[in-house]
């Protein structure tokens, strides 16, 4: 195992990999959130180490694994960039998509790190609450490694995701709440079980599964990352990683600056802009979240601290985008990209279509968008957008709807 640390987000105690399991014992769980640090005197890594076409364990060198510890067989990791011009007006717009892993989100970054942590520490069980993506990926990622999972989630949650946990086999737990609350329950159940926790900001190994997808956007971009990057938040631990991973390629000498994160929030579910528009020292602003896009429909934060901190020294910031917004933008990315992102991750798009239309990002810059799941992770909210006429299967038939459509649109047709 390579030579770690961990600090305290809060206090700044350092603790060896030993010393410590999740949260600093001092501050909790909240405050205590822990930031992994590695010796970049002795770590040697160099551009030519990297492939576009590898997978995440390419930089083992910057995580917290040894080399011969448990790798579960599915590819995790090197996710389509693509780039667009004149998106939005921008002259350079690249998405990141993670719609392509295993179970189709961002979140197998995280799981693939924490099975891997399970075995090493001969668990049988892991466990997480979740909205529903880090569950699916949990549950999927455990299925291939042999580990009971048990899934925590809100009973609202979309159809997809638990169809998901079903035919991966997990032990679901649906609660009649919401996710702040499936949360708690989780990490009493978890440790009176002696269950692995798979929880987000509470296991510290998860941002360093995240971190990647930063360092696959440095290697895709020849290690010249962009100027921007846009990322959905929710918990607040996928954006830290976006900056954990810059970070760490930075001080390791691979890349010469580190984006600015701009945070986007649901105006529903807004907490962590509150706690970041209130300055320092920053402090939890909870209450109870509502917006369609389920994936950061989060109203007690945890990974707040962490989150506001990175954002800050990236000199980025956090925003929020109403439903409509979030919507809007997922109908009109795919009809112009041809990515279809669920409802979370075309919340970036959103923001990138406020930032333009309010002045805050020049239209020439590199801006890159984290689209962090699949759009049929989530179809309630496209399937009620328009309805499919029906038609008789008659060529005259056909040929007059054709013609319809092609004079009026998408204006009301009547087959009478």
Not at 3 to 8: G, S
Request: net charge neutral.
């Amino acid at each position: 195992m390579k030579k770690f640390r961990f600090r305290c987000m809060n206090c700044s105690r350092l603790y060896e990999e030993n010393d410590v399991e999740y949260t600093c014992p001092q501050c909790g769980t909240r405050l205590g959130t822990l930031e992994t640090l590695y010796d970049f005197d002795n770590i040697s890594i160099k551009k030519s180490d990297f492939d576009s076409c590898s997978d995440i364990w390419q930089f083992e060198a910057l995580l917290p694994v040894s080399a011969k510890s448990f790798r579960v067989n599915l590819k995790i990791g090197t996710t389509p960039l693509y780039r667009f011009e004149n998106l939005s007006g921008v002259k350079e717009v690249q998405i990141k998509y993670d719609g392509t892993t295993p179970t189709a989100s961002f979140k197998d970054r995280a799981t693939v790190i924490a099975v891997n942590r399970a075995v090493e520490k001969n668990y049988s069980s892991i466990y997480c609450a979740s909205t529903g993506n880090a569950a699916a990926s949990l549950a999927g990622l455990s299925a291939a490694a042999g580990l009971k999972a048990y899934i925590f989630i809100p009973s609202k949650a979309p159809a997809a995701k638990i169809a998901q946990l079903m035919v991966y086999n997990a032990m679901i737990l649906a609660i009649d709440s919401d996710y702040d609350t499936a949360f708690d329950l989780s990490m009493k159940i978890g440790e009176e079980k002696n269950w692995y926790c798979r929880n987000s900001a509470v296991n510290p190994y998860l941002i360093e599964g995240k971190k990647t997808a930063a360092m696959e956007i440095c290697v895709q971009t020849e290690f010249d990352p962009p100027d921007t990057v846009v990322v959905p938040v929710g918990d607040g631990t996928v954006i830290s990683s976006f900056y954990k991973g810059f970070s760490d390629f930075y001080n390791a000498g691979i890349i010469k600056k580190i984006p600015q994160l701009i945070g986007v929030q649901a105006s529903g579910a807004n907490s962590l802009e509150l706690a970041f528009k209130k300055g320092e020292p920053f402090w939890p602003v909870d209450f109870s979240g509502k917006t369609i896009a389920d994936s950061i429909n989060v109203g007690k934060p945890r990974d707040f601290l962490k989150a506001c901190t990175y954002i800050k020294k990236s000199k980025g910031d956090l925003i929020s985008v109403t439903d409509d917004e979030i919507l809007s933008a997922q109908k009109e990315l795919a009809s112009s990209t041809g990515i279809f992102s669920e409802p979370a991750g075309a919340a970036s798009y959103a923001a990138l279509k406020k930032l333009v239309h309010e002045n805050r990002i020049e239209k020439s810059s590199r801006v890159c968008l984290a689209v962090t799941g699949n759009g049929l992770k989530d179809i309630s909210a496209v399937s009620s957008c328009k309805t499919v006429e029906h038609l008789k299967p008659d060529v005259q038939d056909i040929k007059e709807y054709l013609d319809f459509k092609e004079t009026y649109g998408d204006e009301s047709y009547d087959e009478n």
